[in-house]
Structure formats: C-alpha cells, structure tokens
C-alpha cells in the first residue's frame, strides 16, 4: 500500500512538470459560443495521452465505443510531448488521424474533440492539469468529468458513462484492475494494519460487489458529479483554483475536503497495466506490463474459458510488424492439437500481441491417431515395469501421443540442423510478465552452454532444488520437475535425446526428460537409460505456467482420460474398449501439492 502511495505522488510530481506550451483546437471550436442556456446536462471527458504509441489502436477503439449518455459530451485530448522522440511524433499523427477519421464517420458521439499539445520545457514551469481540467469544465458548463488516461482498457466502453452516472456518487472510479495477482487498480487504502489488504482483496477480486467508500483515495480513473454542490464547491469554482494548485492530486484534495471518494465493482469495467515504483521510468517494462494484461485479457473467460483478443480501431491505419522474433533461436514450436481450434486462436492473438514467430505443430492425437498399427509401425516399446506414480496405471494415448509430438519435433530440429536452438511450447502455455525480457536476457548470452531450458515446470520435490545457486539472476539448475509446458533445446541436446532410443522403452515425456538429466528418483527406470548427461537450467520462478492448473474449471487436459495401455511383457496391445479413467482418484493428492506450488509462485 505505502508504494501505491509513493507511486501516486511521484506520479503526480512527474504530471505536473510539463509546461503548457501549445494550445489549439482542430476545429476552431470557439469555447464560450458552445455553453448554451438550457440546464440539459453535458459531460467531459478529459484523458491523457501518453507517447505509447503502441496503445492507441486498442484504446481509440473504445472511445470509438463510447455513447453520449447526455445533451452534449465534449472529448479533450491531452498529449505530452516530454521526449521529443519519433514516437512522440507517431501518437501525434495517429491522434490527429484518428480525430479526422472519427469526424467523417457514424461513430462519432461527440459534441467536439480538442487535442491539446503540452511541451515540457523546464521543471519549473508547472501547468495544472487538474485546474485547466475544472476551468475547461466550468466554461462548457458541465454537470460531469471524467479523467483518465489512454493506457486504461474498457470491456464495455459503450455503457461506462451511464453506469457511472446512474451510481450518482460526488466522486468515483470505476474498478479497474491489473493481471492475476498484481494488485494494481484504481483505488488504495491507508489502512496500515494488515485487515486493510484483506478488504482491498475483497473489493479488487470482487468478493464484495457494490460501490464502496474509501479511506484511501481513488486514481487513474476519475469520475466527477458536480450536481454535488460540495464538487463545485471544493472543485470547479476558477477563484479557487489557486488553492488547488497548491495540492495536485484529486486525492488528496477529496480527503481535505471531506469529499468521500467511491470505487464500484458490480459490472466488470476493465483494466489498468500493473505499476510498481521502481519501474515507472522504465518504458520498456511498463511497455511489457500493458501487452500482459492484452494477452491475460483472453484467460478471463467465464470458467476460465477464452475471450476473443481486445479489438484495435480500424479507422487509422496501424500496421502489426512484419518482422516478428525467434528470440535468435531456428524455430519455435507449438504443439496444438487440430481439433483444439480455441487454443490455436487464443495463441495466435497472443503471439501477434508478443511479437513472436512461430510454427504450429500437429500434435500427435492419442484419442484418434494411435491405434496397434500405428504403435507397431514406429516399433514402440513400453518402458518394463513404467506405471504412473499418481494412479498406478501403466501409460494411457493420450500420454504416448504428447511422448510422439515432443519426439517429432527433436528429429524435425535435428532433420534442419537447428545448431541456433528451439523453443518448444504446449498450447496451454500463460506467459508471465517478464517472459520476454528474461528469456532475451538468458538466450543473448552466447557463453552460457545448455541443452535444455526450462521456462515452467512442476517442481516435483522443493528440498531437492537448489534455489540458491543461480546462474544469471534467473536459472537455477532444476531437480526432478515434470510438465513440459515450455522448455529450449539445444541441437546437442535434442541428439541426446533421440539417440537414447526412447521410443523403445517409451515413458511420458516428462519422466523421459528428468531421467535424462539425470535428476529422476527411480533408479530402476533410469537404469534403462544410459547417457543422462543433459545439461538442464531451469528459469526461477518460472516464466510460463499452463493456463489452467489440474482441478480448475474447464481444465481439459488432452492426455489425461484417455484410455490406457495394457502392459504385457514390454509388449503393447489393444486397450479394452470402454473408456479407463482412473485419474479422479487421485484428484485429491494432486490438488493438495497444486496448491503448494501455486503458492510457492507468489
Ligand atoms: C467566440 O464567441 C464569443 C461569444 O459568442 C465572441 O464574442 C467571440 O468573438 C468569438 N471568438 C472567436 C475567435 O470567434
Ligand atoms: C524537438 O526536436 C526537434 C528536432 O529533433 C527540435 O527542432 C525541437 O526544438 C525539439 N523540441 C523541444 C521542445 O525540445
Ligand atoms: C517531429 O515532428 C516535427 C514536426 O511535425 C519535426 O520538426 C521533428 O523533427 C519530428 N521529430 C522527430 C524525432 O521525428
Ligand atoms: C518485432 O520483432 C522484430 C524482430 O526482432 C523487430 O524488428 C520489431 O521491432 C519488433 N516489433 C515490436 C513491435 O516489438
Ligand atoms: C520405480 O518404479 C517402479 C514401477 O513403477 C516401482 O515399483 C518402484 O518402487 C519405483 N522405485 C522407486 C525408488 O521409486
Ligand atoms: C554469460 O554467462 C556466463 C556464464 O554464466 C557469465 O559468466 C557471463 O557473465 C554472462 N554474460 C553476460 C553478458 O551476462
């Protein structure tokens, strides 16, 4: 909580530092002749335009969503030319384009649109964004304000206005929130004892639903009734605004004047990219920060279901970049079954979102592909003895079709010679915030040598890790993990791999690799094994996880439930026709130790 207090203030000071240089209005709109006499009520909606140009297709998009709940609503931009850079210049040209586009089009709500051009130029020169807001208020004669700025995310952006209305509070925010576990969003408390964090939780997850009055303050997003005579009062009045440069921050002016401020959760309104102080200057992670809430957005289903990717405008054009990244590695891979189309779309918005290349990969069907023929033509042996340690079964299709995938894949990187790596990926894969960032770190550094990387796991024995040994800030050599949601692999590796002859003594791939590593409990399954010496890092914590934990809702997993091998002397043979699943019993144990580890993530 102190540092969302501490952001907000620096975030305030960074604010006001601009000079108010160039002040012009793209339609020659003559302010005072707009206020007419009727007392229909009229709305403002003021934002703040910051030099990311790569967010502005998302949100123009929902501006372009917005309905007028009232007479009139006028839109003001205002764009802060603080670097001075090309990407200034680029938000420059898409606002002003967006504005021309929107003016010819049926979408267009508002009365006028203004775009106002700040410089900074030096630190002493201090334009109050908040007075200039309440003076431009005044003369339009508005009954309400709202204040936010272009990195916000609206699901409904078409009813936000009426809902806030309807609320009929003097001073709200709508609950907008950051990704799973980030704990930013558009109200803090100043409780210091640790119940304030529990009532913060409750409201930010949603637990209690309602508009509450907090103790702290609201931010980022500002909702101003002025049928509230203390708003006028305490807000609008142009005698007073002396009085209100003096303290910038609307929440701290709301607090002094007794003004309660409200957060409302009932629908759900968005989100806001998560914000730590440390990072508030580094563009490039608050850059990684608003693409992780794009790409979480489509995790956000009811049940965990997907959601269609958040929509970019169409009436400017932003092309997405041709030229996408491999992260310097030969190709990466993504094993998606063909009839998991939902997973396939999800992933290929994500992608485009990330910036990556990839090739998808048939997965290998256990349900459908693999029948006695299919096993006897590759020759496959099962390993003697092999039985999953959770149900006490021997291998199931669905497992021998994931084992298969993974394989084709190692002799496909071995078939092209990739001497540069791969990634492998699973199409259940959730990437973590700093993905990128430390995978770039880790795969740009030429003297590291490895053979397997992995970027999630399930730590399957936390005393036998060695967490304190890492090797360039995020490695640490993994014991015995399973899953293999996301790993790299080098060409070295992946000969490793095949020329142990797996298929011969098949396991499930996640077995397979341990052994290999030589990090695996049983002894007597890897003694079938003979040269384990797979050089394995393993990222801590981990920068990918599954995106549905065993247990969840609509966790389907496409190699549990499918039905088993019958082990004969090392031989295969046809399964019993009905279905065997035996994977409910131990939901138990495996819920218990999932729940361990998802702690252990935080
Ligand atoms: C703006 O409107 C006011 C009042 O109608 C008028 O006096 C003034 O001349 C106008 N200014 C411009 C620049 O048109
Ligand atoms: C911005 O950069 C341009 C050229 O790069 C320069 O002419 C201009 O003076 C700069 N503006 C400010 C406010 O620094
Ligand atoms: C930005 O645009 C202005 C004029 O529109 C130009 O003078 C300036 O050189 C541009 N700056 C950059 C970095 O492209
Ligand atoms: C995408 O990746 C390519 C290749 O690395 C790079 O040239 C381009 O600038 C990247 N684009 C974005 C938006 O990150
Ligand atoms: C290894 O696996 C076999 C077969 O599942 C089992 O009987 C044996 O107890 C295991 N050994 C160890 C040390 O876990
Ligand atoms: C690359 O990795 C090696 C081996 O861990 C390490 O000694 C070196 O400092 C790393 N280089 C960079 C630039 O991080």
């Known amino acids: 909580m102190k540092n969302q207090l501490v952001f907000i203030l620096v975030f305030f000071f960074f604010l006001i530092t601009f000079i108010h240089a160039k002040k012009y209005h793209l339609f020659g709109e003559n302010e005072s002749s707009t206020v007419s006499s009727t007392n229909d009520q009229r709305l403002l909606v003021d934002i703040d335009i910051y030099n990311r140009a790569y967010a502005l297709p998302y949100f123009l998009r929902q501006l372009e969503q917005f309905t007028c709940p009232c007479s009139q609503c006028y839109l003001d931009f205002h764009l802060y030319r603080v670097f001075n850079t090309t990407i200034e210049n680029e938000t420059s040209r898409l606002l002003h384009e967006w504005v021309s586009a929107m003016k010819k089009s049926d979408q267009f709500v508002f009365t006028t649109i203004t775009i106002h051009e700040w410089t900074a130029q030096s630190k002493d020169d201090r334009a109050n964004r908040l007075s200039d807001a309440m003076k431009r208020s005044s003369v339009l004669d508005v009954t309400y304000l709202a204040m936010f700025d272009s990195m916000i995310i609206l699901l409904e952006p078409e009813k936000i206005l009426s809902i806030l209305i309807s609320k009929d509070k003097p001073l709200i925010t709508p609950l907008l929130r950051s990704t ?14 640790a119940s304030g964090f529990d009532t913060y939780k409750k409201i930010y997850d949603r637990k209690r639903l309602g508009c509450f009055s907090i103790n702290g303050g609201i931010k980022d997003f500002y909702f101003f009734n002025f049928n509230h005579p203390k708003m006028r009062n305490v807000f609008l009045i142009n005698r007073n605004s002396k009085e209100i440069q003096q303290h910038y921050a609307i929440d701290v002016i709301a607090r002094e004047n007794s003004i309660p401020s409200y957060v409302c959760n009932r629908e759900v309104f968005g989100y806001i990219p998560a914000q730590f102080s440390e990072t508030l200057h580094d563009e490039a992670i608050i850059y990684d920060l608003y693409i ?3 790409i979480e957005h489509q995790l956000n289903g009811p049940s965990q279901t997907y959601l269609p990717p958040i929509s970019r405008t169409s009436l400017i054009h932003v092309p997405l970049s041709k030229e996408k990244t491999k992260f310097g590695l030969d190709e990466i891979y993504v094993i998606n079954l063909v009839r998991r189309t939902d997973r396939r779309e999800r992933l290929q918005a994500t992608f485009d979102i990330l910036n990556m290349s990839v090739r998808f990969f048939d997965a ?8 006695q023929a299919y096993l006897e033509r590759l020759n496959v042996r099962l390993l003697p003895n092999y039985e999953d340690p959770y149900n006490q079964r021997p291998m199931n299709y669905g497992e021998l079709g994931c084992f298969f995938s993974h394989y084709f894949i190692w002799q496909d990187m071995i078939k092209n010679e990739y001497s540069n790596g791969i990634l492998i990926l699973e199409d259940d894969v959730r990437f973590d915030v700093y993905f990128k960032y430390k995978l770039e770190k880790i795969l740009s550094n030429s003297s590291l040598d490895w053979d397997i990387l992995f970027l ?14 890492t090797i360039e800030t995020f490695l640490i050599e993994p014991s015995y993990s399973h899953w293999t949601v996301g790993y790299a692999l080098s060409l070295r590796g992946a000969r490793m791999l095949i020329d142990e002859n797996p298929i011969q003594k098949i396991l499930p791939v996640d077995e397979f690799l341990p052994i290999m590593y030589d990090h695996h409990p049983n002894s007597s399954w890897k003694s079938h094994f003979t040269n384990r010496k797979l050089k394995a890092y393993a990222f801590h914590p981990s920068i990918l996880t599954p995106t549905h934990y065993f247990g969840e809702p609509n966790y389907v997993s496409d190699t549990e439930n499918t039905q088993i091998l019958e082990q004969n002397d090392g031989k295969t043979s046809l399964p019993a026709p009905e279905l065997v699943s035996v994977d409910v019993a131990a939901t138990q144990k495996r819920l218990e130790e999932n729940a361990r580890m998802q702690k252990d993530e935080l």
């Open 180 to 193: 799973k576990n980030m704990y930013t969003s558009t109200f803090y408390l100043n409780d210091q004892e």
């Open 456 to 469: 999630g796991r399930k730590i399957m024995r936390p005393n036998e890790e060695n967490y304190e040994n």
């Open 364 to 371: 290998v069907d256990g349900k459908y592909t693999i029948d």
């Open 292 to 294: 992780h809430t794009l």
